[in-house]
Nanobody
Framework: QVQLVESGGGLVQPGGSLRLSCAASGIVFSIFTMGWYRQAPGKERELVAIISSTGGSLNYADSVKGRFTISRDNAKNTVYLQMNSLKPEDTAVYYC?????????WGQGTQVTVSS
């Protein structure tokens, strides 16, 4: 059974930082492209950041470039999203995604709220 379990969300003030983690099980983690997506109320889910299976290729949404960093530890089957300089518009449910060929899995999401 495939599981992606996100953690690390919460309430943070503008300008603050959070680190999200996504622990994967039931898949050969090292071959999957991993991504973080987010969905704000009333909006469609959008890509935040994506990392290739080896970690050698990274891509970010323009809105988070220079503030967020995606990384992975294949030994721990975990992908991370370091979020710095958080803004109120970063408020959303953040989802972890694992993709390899036709296989496409999602976590349950973790809430990030940026507010004073």
């Amino acid at each position: 059974q495939v599981q992606l379990v996100e953690s690390g969300g919460g309430l943070v003030q503008p300008g603050g930082s959070l680190r999200l983690s996504c622990a994967a099980s039931g898949i050969v983690f090292s071959i999957f492209t991993m991504g973080w997506y987010r969905q704000a109320p009333g909006k469609e889910r959008e890509l935040v950041a994506i990392i290739s299976s080896t970690g050698g290729s990274l891509n970010y949404a323009d809105s988070v470039k220079g503030r967020f960093t995606i990384s992975r530890d294949n030994a721990k089957n975990t992908v991370y999203l370091q979020m710095n300089s958080l803004k109120p518009e970063d408020t959303a449910v953040y989802y972890c995604n694992a993709k390899f060929g036709p296989d496409d899995y999602w976590g349950q999401g973790t809430q990030v709220t940026v507010s004073s």
